[in-house]
């Protein structure tokens, strides 16, 4: 099974089409928020089942707050991470997430990369694919595949030019 996790698009979806056309076909698209009133139109070009959360921009949004979903046998906690003060720690967050039994937790926000797993817990962030922050300011998103034998495998991603 292979997953495309994204975030903070806000509005802008050409990196999205170049990422999907590059790494197509996906399983799944889980979209951390941000995405500023493009729901639909990342559903059509997705062309998968697609879990997006509302994100602090994305103003009179129908878009859920959070999802709990099951991918693989996997209890993964959707966010965009800016209710749980992601921009200082992950504390707030990786509470939530253990008192909700999860194994994954998958948040946003930040527009920076992160990645750490620990006393089984994984918490990720795709990046943004339109404001990227972090060091060399390279839009970023993540590929989570988890194989014939049920393990997870994660794949930090910057979209070349």
Same mark, same amino acid.
């Given at each position: 099974? *292979?997953?495309?996790?994204?975030?903070? !698009?806000?509005?802008?979806?050409? =990196?999205?089409?170049?990422?999907?056309? +590059?790494? +197509?076909?996906?399983?799944?698209?889980?979209?951390?928020?941000?995405?500023?009133?493009?729901?639909?139109?990342?559903?059509?070009?997705?062309?998968?089942?697609?879990?997006?959360?509302?994100?602090? $921009?994305?103003?009179?949004?129908?878009?859920?707050?959070?999802?709990?979903?099951?991918?693989?046998?996997? *209890?993964?906690?959707? !966010?965009?991470?800016?209710?749980?003060?992601? @921009?200082?720690?992950?504390?707030?967050?990786?509470?939530?997430?253990? @008192?909700?039994?999860?194994?994954?937790?998958?948040?946003?926000?930040?527009?920076?990369?992160?990645?750490?797993? +620990?006393?089984?817990?994984?918490?990720? $962030?795709?990046? @943004?694919?339109?404001?990227?922050?972090?060091?060399?300011? *390279?839009?970023?998103?993540?590929?989570?595949?988890?194989? *014939? =034998?049920?393990?997870?495998?994660?794949?930090?991603?910057?979209?070349?030019?």
């Amino acid at each position: 099974m *292979k997953i495309l996790v994204v975030s903070d !698009t806000h509005g802008h979806d050409k =990196n999205l089409e170049r990422v999907l056309y +590059k790494v +197509k076909p996906v399983d799944a698209l889980i979209h951390c928020g941000d995405v500023e009133g493009m729901e639909n139109h990342i559903r059509m070009i997705a062309e998968c089942p697609c879990y997006l959360v509302r994100g602090n $921009n994305d103003y009179f949004s129908d878009l859920p707050r959070e999802e709990m979903i099951t991918l693989g046998g996997y *209890k993964i906690m959707i !966010t965009h991470g800016h209710m749980y003060g992601v @921009s200082m720690d992950m504390s707030m967050l990786e509470e939530e997430a253990r @008192s909700r039994e999860v194994q994954i937790v998958m948040f946003g926000h930040t527009h920076r990369p992160f990645l750490e797993q +620990k006393k089984g817990l994984t918490l990720l $962030n795709p990046g @943004s694919l339109s404001y990227p922050r972090q060091a060399g300011r *390279k839009p970023s998103f993540l590929i989570m595949e988890i194989d *014939k =034998n049920g393990e997870v495998h994660y794949t930090q991603n910057v979209l070349e030019w």
